[in-house]
């Protein structure tokens, strides 16, 4: 989560509630899809260790990266039981979802993203300059 968003004067994506967001959303609306996330996690695992010798989580943020693109981009050595781009991109969009959506779905801790983005729930619109 935090490589595809990472802290910087703000919270990456782990510290922001991400991870509560996403095992509230697999009771819920990702239950469906809770074993093609296990099946891509196993297969970025695996994908980790036929080019690195190691965990993905071991591996240095840099590597972790050029792992991550080249999943997104399809060009993966393991072979995956589910589309790796497309696991890459549903990944990317529920960190997302995550991240900037209502405290109350799990993520977004602390309204974090929101006053990043200066969203002040409950304040009047400005009016168009």
Do not use: C, K
């Given at each position: 989560m935090d490589r595809i968003i990472p802290s910087d004067e703000d919270p990456g994506a782990w510290d922001a509630g991400v991870g509560d967001y996403l095992a509230m959303q697999f009771?819920?609306?990702?239950?469906?899809?809770?074993?093609?996330?296990?099946?891509?996690?196993?297969?970025?695992?695996?994908e980790a260790i036929a080019g690195a010798q190691t965990g993905f989580a071991a591996l240095p943020a840099a590597e972790q990266d050029a792992l991550l693109r080249r999943v997104e981009a399809g060009?993966?050595?393991?072979?995956w039981p589910i589309d790796p781009a497309a696991f890459f991109q549903t990944v990317?969009?529920?960190?997302?979802?995550?991240?900037?959506?209502?405290?109350?779905?799990?993520?977004?801790?602390?309204?974090?993203?929101?006053?990043?983005?200066?969203?002040?729930?409950?304040?009047?619109?400005?009016?168009?300059s």
């Open positions: 009771e819920r609306d990702l239950r469906d899809t809770e074993a093609d996330y296990r099946a891509g996690l196993d297969a970025l695992e695996a060009t993966v050595t393991h072979t990317v969009q529920h960190v997302a979802e995550g991240y900037y959506s209502n405290p109350a779905n799990g993520g977004n801790r602390d309204e974090t993203a929101w006053r990043m983005i200066g969203f002040m729930p409950g304040a009047p619109a400005r009016p168009p």
